[in-house]
């Protein structure tokens, strides 16, 4: 049976991934406690539900339980995927204060800002058991299309045979003026490189576009950093492998986000599909 775990901060959008997920035939449930994981599974398996997803957040019961039912269900046979949501301070502070909505551990005693703080303490041994999503600056819309990617990736990786299976890699690319990406496991800071921003006829451009990636293609730094990232990438994949890590997020930041990590990004994931591993490609600025 195939288990999705939705968990992370409130206001982040657990609900907007667990509609999709209703929408993608997953059997859901909203804030379930940790403790009835196991019980529900096999409840839901013999009336032949193969796809479940759960939601559990900091309001759950036993919440420090959830890593040992994970495991258990892990032991009984289920493919278990972990999804954590996280967006920064501020925008969760804009979201609760734009909806009028009352935070799920605020009293009288407390502020937003303290209540989503004492939120994050409560996860802490949450975080680190799945797939980070970072939405500070994704819309709605755009956060429903990464989670149909993510879903699709792990359908291929449960249905398809090949060197790689079970791994997958998450390359995404940003501006360092809007801040670093919460949910990357790694990141490689890009600004030394020549930046095609100050040519009046690259500027409007991105690194997608030909003349970018030519630019680029004749710096010999930007060849070797290149060479550099992706040589480490290839060299620790198999230990994040073994550890049954179901994704790798690589984030390649420039200062806007529009060309040099754009074009990093693209030459990587086209590097890594040739050695036939699953990728699915992000760019934060440009989405």
Sequence with gaps: MQIIIVTGLSGSGKSIVLRVL???????????????????????NAIHHSKIAISIDSRSAAL???????????ADGNQVQVLFLESAVETLVKRFSETRRKHPLSNENTTLAESISRERDLLAG????????????????????????????????????????????????????????????????????????????????????????????????????????????????????????SYLTVAIGCTGGQHRSVYFVEQLSLYFKQQKHQVIIRHRELD
């Design 64 to 74: 420090e339980a959830l890593p040992q039912a994970i495991e258990s269900l892990k």
């Design 126 to 245: 949450v975080v680190a058991l799945g797939h980070h999503i970072d939405t500070s600056n994704l819309s709605a819309n755009t956060l429903r299309n990464h989670v149909r990617e993510l879903i699709s990736s792990l359908q291929v990786s449960s249905e398809k045979a090949h060197p790689n299976k079970g791994l997958v890699l998450l390359f995404t690319s940003f501006g360092f003026k809007n801040g670093i990406p919460l949910d990357a496991d790694f990141v490689f800071d890009i600004r030394s490189l020549p930046n095609p921003h100050y040519d009046p006829i690259l500027k409007t451009l991105t690194g997608k576009d030909a003349a970018v990636q030519m630019f680029l293609a004749n710096q010999p730094a930007a060849i070797e950093m290149l060479a550099d990232i992706q040589h480490y990438i290839q060299k620790w994949l198999p230990s994040f492998n073994a550890d049954n890590r």
């Design 22 to 44: 209703e929408d993608s035939s997953f059997y859901c449930i909203d804030n379930l406690p940790a403790t009835l994981l196991p019980h529900i599974s096999q409840h839901l």
